[in-house]
Structure formats: structure tokens, C-alpha cells
T-cell receptor, first 116, second 112 residues
Framework: EPEVTQTPSHQVTQMGQEVILRCVPI?????FYWYRQILGQKVEFLVS????????KSEIFDDQFSVERPDGSNFTLKIRSTKLEDSAMYFC??????????????FGNGTRLTVT | DQQVKQNSPSLSVQEGRISILNCDYT??????FLWYKKYPAEGPTFLIS?????DKNEDGRFTVFLNKSAKHLSLHIVPSQPGDSAVYFC???????????FGTGTRLTIIP
């Protein structure tokens, strides 16, 4: 069964550094997402991406965050200047479509980001 | 943001019996609901979904029930198996929205 893959599985960085989290969504999917889960808290929506642009973002997704689909297969999340509170598990997800099609999101196994 | 609530943080069920996981929501604009299962160190795995035009959806051992008037959904697993031990999340989405809103999860333990 096709799956969403994320790299690296664990990233440790110092506060103020830039990090890029990488994802390869399922190949025929059209919608791409980033979610995160801070330890002990809910899974939270960050951003959705469709047709090479952000279609929706949460209040968490401020100017420090950006997403890109550079080559038609990878989907990346960049955090420009990491803060301690960015430490979390970051999940990439993709889906075939939404609205009338109501297709579910398929998640990767996540990247654990630790900011020290 | 408590739009989706799972009030039971944990549940233990004997193998072979029925597991019932519950979820309540407050946003009447939600029209698509999903259940995910999550093992440690893995991402959420999609289990089953239901749209607001239905009140029941079944897939093998998993059945989701939706009671729109009560803003309540439940996931039934029968018979429960040891491999079902995991954290279960319900999630909801409004029509035309991209964002899934997750509950806090219920840890299900199946006792052999």
C-alpha cells in the first residue's frame, strides 16, 4: 500500500537555526498537509497546500514557517529560526481530494524535532 | 480549542469483546468525521470515516455511528483483538475546509 514517507525521523537543532523537514506524499494525491503534536497535546493543523499554493493555514503557521513542493514529489516544511516551543512531532499528510469526495488524510510516521 | 472532545483518556477491554470509543463535537459546521489509530513512534493511521449525510458506516470489524442531533460519534470494534491496542483519535472537518480538528485521543488496551 502506498505510504507517506518523512525524513529525518528525528532532528535536533539549536534555537535560532533553520530546519527543513521533508516529506514524500502518496504519488497520485493532490492535497498536502503539515500537522504537529507537542508532547502530551493534541494533533494540530498547521497548513494545507494544493495546486502549488497554501490553501489554508492556522494561526500557528506564522512568518517563521514556509512550505514548498520543489520538484513535484517532495513537500517540505521550513522553520526559519527555531524556538524551544517548536519542539514537537511534525506529521506530513496527503489526500486524494476533499469536499464532495471527502477523502481521508494519510499520514507519515513523523519527524521528531527537538530544539535545544 | 475544545471543538472535538474525547472524554475517556483510556479504555480497557477483554479480547473478543466489543470496544466502544466515544467522541463529542461542538461545531455544527463539521460534516465529515474520521477515526485514526496511532501506535507509538508512528503517524496516525486512517481507520474509517463518515459523512454527515449518514448515521452509520461499517468496514469489517469497525463501525462508526454518528448522532448529529447529539453531536456525538462512536467507534465500535468487534471483536476486539490485541493488535487493536493503540491510541484512537477522532477528527472532524467542515465542508470546504482543509483543516482536520482532532480530539485528544483514547488509549485502548485489549486484555488477552
Amino acid at each position: 500500500e502506498p505510504e507517506v514517507t518523512q525524513t529525518p525521523s528525528h532532528q535536533v537543532t539549536q534555537m535560532g537555526q533553520e530546519v527543513i523537514l521533508r516529506c514524500v506524499p502518496i504519488s497520485n494525491h493532490l492535497y498536502f498537509y503539515w500537522y504537529r503534536q507537542i508532547l502530551g497535546q493534541k494533533v494540530e493543523f498547521l497548513v494545507s497546500f494544493y495546486n502549488n499554493e497554501i490553501s489554508e493555514k492556522s494561526e500557528i503557521f506564522d512568518d517563521q514557517f514556509s512550505v514548498e513542493r520543489p520538484d513535484g514529489s517532495n513537500f517540505t516544511l521550513k522553520i526559519r529560526s527555531t524556538k524551544l516551543e517548536d519542539s514537537a512531532m511534525y506529521f506530513c499528510a496527503s489526500s486524494a481530494g476533499q469536499g464532495l469526495y471527502n477523502s481521508p488524510l494519510h499520514f507519515g510516521n513523523g519527524t521528531r524535532l527537538t530544539v535545544t | 480549542d475544545q471543538q472535538v472532545k474525547q472524554n475517556s483518556p483510556s479504555l480497557s477491554v477483554q479480547e473478543g469483546r466489543i470496544s466502544i470509543l466515544n467522541c463529542d463535537y461542538t461545531n455544527s459546521m463539521f460534516d465529515y468525521f474520521l477515526w485514526y489509530k496511532k501506535y507509538p513512534a508512528e503517524g496516525p493511521t486512517f481507520l474509517i470515516s463518515i459523512s454527515s449525510i449518514k448515521d452509520k458506516n461499517e468496514d469489517g470489524r469497525f463501525t462508526v455511528f454518528l448522532n448529529k442531533s447529539a453531536k456525538h460519534l462512536s467507534l465500535h470494534i468487534v471483536p476486539s483483538q490485541p493488535g487493536d491496542s493503540a491510541v484512537y483519535f477522532c477528527a472532524a472537518r467542515g465542508f470546504g475546509n482543509e483543516k482536520l480538528t482532532f480530539g485528544t485521543g483514547t488509549r485502548l488496551t485489549i486484555i488477552p
